[in-house]
Each structure stands twice: as structure tokens, then as C-alpha cells.
């Protein structure tokens, strides 16, 4: 059986998903149980929807409940190509229909304790008893870190790095923008939700002004001294938008050269930094991120604003009996993306499995891809393994495959078209 588990777990962390583990687990995975275990997910994103689909079919008679309190859910990846006008927002939102069908109860109310004690889940209207509990409940902000930001100024100065309605603010601001006009971005240096995501909006952008305001360019302040697949961006910009001759329509200040925003000044429309005051006709700020709110109010997270978790099982090293997947878990190299945080599931739901089922647990394996669209027909990506350190707790870097510097054409424009697949797989074994 544990070479069985072995192999499932490899089809499930390379994203195989949903529709592969009829095909991966034998009779022997998929038992049929004496006991009913009662499992409640908190949070119905990729990390949370894949994990409940993973275990329902792992474990068919779990009764499961998501507690999510959305009815529709909308998309991080891709949302670039949204921002832009590429896609429509309809392609990037999702509901909880196959879910409710496969026999998941799914509760759209907002989950507000966890009682470890009693092992209960509390929504405004209703009470979940659980053996194990999921939180995947994603991240919230930090504006304290910038001088005269606010929450309440995310509307008019907006991060569009969660939730639909802030990507359409940034979008109609883009759209409204005069031709001649200057977008300012900054971004931190700390953790913070898809690692490449703002050098990927960055590029969407610039295609966008060449395209729609020609007479306009975009100036990127960043907290970092340097940023992921920095060299394939920088190429890519190069090649695209003359990045580095007085025609670029991108400038890019990182933190050596003084980038990193201290302070925002509302009333003129300017961020403050050591290279200077620039003012902006669109203001872009992605915030410090942390976990999400939930995750704090129930114990959950460390002193850096994640939470820690045993690497082998995601179970949080807080509150037993309660797992972290996604974003809000610290999962040292693991980046927070939504590739990862579907492995983090699918892992998480295998070692649930081997739990309720009295099963020595594996050390797991881990996988990372991310591609970044660059243009229209241009993407380059990044493929990392992992492996689980039992000795550390870390999650160590195996190999990673970056897209080579020196790459044909060709592959730009193949790597767009895999980018497209692979987010199809993962929406697919997401929400069906």
C-alpha cells in the first residue's frame, strides 16, 4: 500500500489531479471506511476546493463541508490578462456547482472560530463538528508599512491582488488614464502571494500603453534588490518594449537604487522613496501581505504573520488537528502560488488519509510551476522540486528549470500556450 500511496502522491504533485486518481489509486487507496469521519475546509480557493475534491475521493464516505463565504470565486492567474482587457473577468471566475455534486457540503456563510476543544467550526448561523479541519483561507494586507496608506485608500490607489472588484478599479483606471500618462507600481520585499505576479503585470501593462496610449510608460518602484526570473523579465522587456534605451516605456528602481516606497501622498498623487517623489496618474500599490485575518483570530499564525506547519502533513504547530494549506501556511521555499497550493492539498489530503487510516505518513515531495505572460506571445516559466526535509521541517529545492536565456522564438510562444493548459488543469481539478 505505501508504494501505492507513493505513486499516487507523484501523479498528484505534478497536477495530474482530480481526474487521474480513479486511474492512480487502486482498490487499495480508496477504501471503503466502518468509521464516518467529519472533515471542514475553511477557505474555497485552490488550496481549499482541490483538497476537498482530493479527499472525497480518496475517502468517499467523509462527510465533507466547505466553508467558504462567497459564492463565485475569482481567479489570481491570469488576472493580468483581464487587467489588459485580454479576458473576460467570466473566464476567471468560478462556482461550487461540481463540488455540491460530488457530494461536498458546501456553506456559503464566513467562518469565525475554530473551537479546538470541542473540534467545531463556528459560522454565524451554524456549527461543524470536524475530526480534522483545513484552513486555506488565503491572505490579507498589511498597509501600515507605507506612510499615508490606508484600507480605506485601496479603492482609489488599489492593489488588484485580491478579489475581482479591485482588478476592475485598477482596470477602469488604466482605461480612463490620458495617452501621456505615468503608472507607478511598487511592490514589497517580504513574502507575498505569486512571487513573479507584479513583474508579469508590469509586462501586461506596458503591451497595454503600446498598444492603447503609446505616449505613456509605467515606473516600477520595488522594495527588492532583485526579483524572480529577473533576467528572463528583463530580456523579455528588452525584446518587447526597449527596455533599457531612452524609448522603454518601463523603468525599473529596485531597493539598491533607492525603489523601495516609504510614503504615500494622497492629496498629490505621489509615492515617496529614497530616488525621489514620482507622481502617478495611476498608483498601483501591492501591499506587505500576511494570512488571512481567520488565521490570526484563531491562533493559528507565528510571529512573522504565517502559520507554521509540520512540512510532512500541513498540520499546523499551533492548534492540533488543524491543517494550513495555500497561502496563509509558511511553507519556507514553497512559493505562494496557486500550482503550490493545489500540491499542498493534494499532499495534505494523502497524509489525512494515512491518518484517519492508521498508515505510517510519507515524506512528501513538493512541485512549483509558474509561468509568466509576458505578452501576447511571449511567456517564460519556472519549474522547481521539492522535497520534504523530516530532520528541519524545511521544504529543500531539488532541481529547478528556468527557460533558458537563449531560448528560440518558438518556445516563448509555446510557453503561452502551456501557461493556458496548465491553468485549465488546475480550475479543472479546482472546481471542475
Not at 91 to 118: C, M, P
Not at 222 to 234: G, I, L, V
Not at 374 to 394: E, F, L, R
Amino acid at each position: 500500500m505505501i508504494d501505492d500511496r507513493r505513486t499516487l502522491l507523484k501523479w498528484l504533485i505534478t497536477g495530474a489531479g482530480i481526474a487521474a486518481l480513479d486511474a492512480a489509486a487502486g482498490p487499495s487507496i480508496k477504501m471503503s471506511q466502518a468509521k464516518v469521519y467529519k472533515v471542514v475546509v475553511v477557505g474555497g480557493g485552490f488550496a481549499g476546493a482541490t483538497f476537498a475534491r482530493t479527499l472525497k475521493r480518496l475517502i468517499p464516505n467523509t462527510v465533507i463541508t466547505l466553508i467558504e463565504e462567497y459564492t463565485e470565486y475569482f481567479s489570481g492567474p491570469l488576472s493580468a490578462e483581464c487587467l489588459t482587457g485580454k479576458r473576460n473577468e467570466e473566464t476567471l471566475t468560478f462556482d461550487y456547482k461540481k463540488l455540491v455534486s460530488e457530494g461536498i457540503n458546501v456553506v456559503h456563510e464566513r467562518a469565525l472560530t475554530i473551537d479546538a476543544t470541542q473540534k467545531v467550526v463556528k459560522t454565524p448561523n451554524t456549527t461543524h463538528r470536524y475530526d480534522r479541519c483545513i484552513v486555506a483561507a488565503g491572505i490579507d494586507f498589511d498597509f501600515d508599512h507605507i506612510k499615508g496608506h490606508s484600507e480605506g485608500l485601496a479603492d482609489v490607489f488599489p492593489h488588484a491582488w485580491k478579489g475581482k472588484d479591485q482588478l476592475s478599479a485598477l482596470k477602469k483606471q488604466l482605461e480612463e488614464m490620458p495617452d501621456g500618462g505615468t503608472v507607478l507600481m511598487s511592490a514589497p520585499n517580504t513574502e507575498y502571494r505569486c512571487p513573479p505576479g507584479p513583474y508579469e503585470r508590469v509586462s501586461q501593462i506596458a503591451e497595454y500603453l503600446i498598444a492603447h496610449k503609446p505616449n505613456s510608460k509605467i515606473i516600477f518602484l520595488d522594495s527588492k534588490e532583485r526579483f524572480p526570473k529577473q533576467a528572463q523579465f528583463e530580456l523579455a522587456w528588452k525584446q518587447l518594449y526597449g527596455y533599457g534605451t531612452a524609448e522603454s516605456i518601463i523603468t525599473w528602481i529596485g531597493a539598491q537604487q533607492g525603489g523601495t516606497v516609504t510614503e504615500l501622498r494622497p492629496d498629490t498623487r505621489e509615492l515617496v522613496c529614497q530616488a525621489g517623489a514620482f507622481k502617478g496618474d495611476v498608483i498601483n500599490i501591492i501591499p506587505r501581505q500576511k494570512a488571512d485575518l481567520f488565521t490570526a483570530a484563531n491562533g493559528l499564525t507565528g510571529e512573522n504573520g504565517w502559520c507554521p506547519v509540520n512540512t510532512q502533513t500541513f498540520e499546523s504547530l499551533k492548534v492540533a488537528n488543524v491543517h494550513v494549506i495555500g497561502d496563509a501556511a509558511d511553507a519556507h521555499s514553497l512559493p505562494k502560488s496557486a500550482f503550490a497550493a493545489a500540491c499542498q492539498a493534494r499532499v495534505c489530503a494523502l497524509a489525512v488519509y494515512s491518518l484517519f487510516n492508521q498508515l505510517p505518513l510519507m515524506t512528501p515531495e513538493y512541485m512549483n510551476v509558474c509561468f509568466s505572460l509576458c505578452g501576447t506571445h511571449y511567456a517564460i516559466s519556472v519549474t522547481v522540486s521539492y522535497q520534504q526535509n523530516p530532520q528541519t521541517n524545511k521544504i529543500d529545492v531539488i532541481s529547478t528549470n528556468i527557460t533558458p536565456l537563449d531560448a528560440p522564438k518558438t518556445q516563448y510562444v509555446s510557453e503561452v500556450q502551456s501557461a493556458y493548459a496548465m491553468f485549465n488543469s488546475m480550475a479543472s481539478g479546482a472546481f471542475g
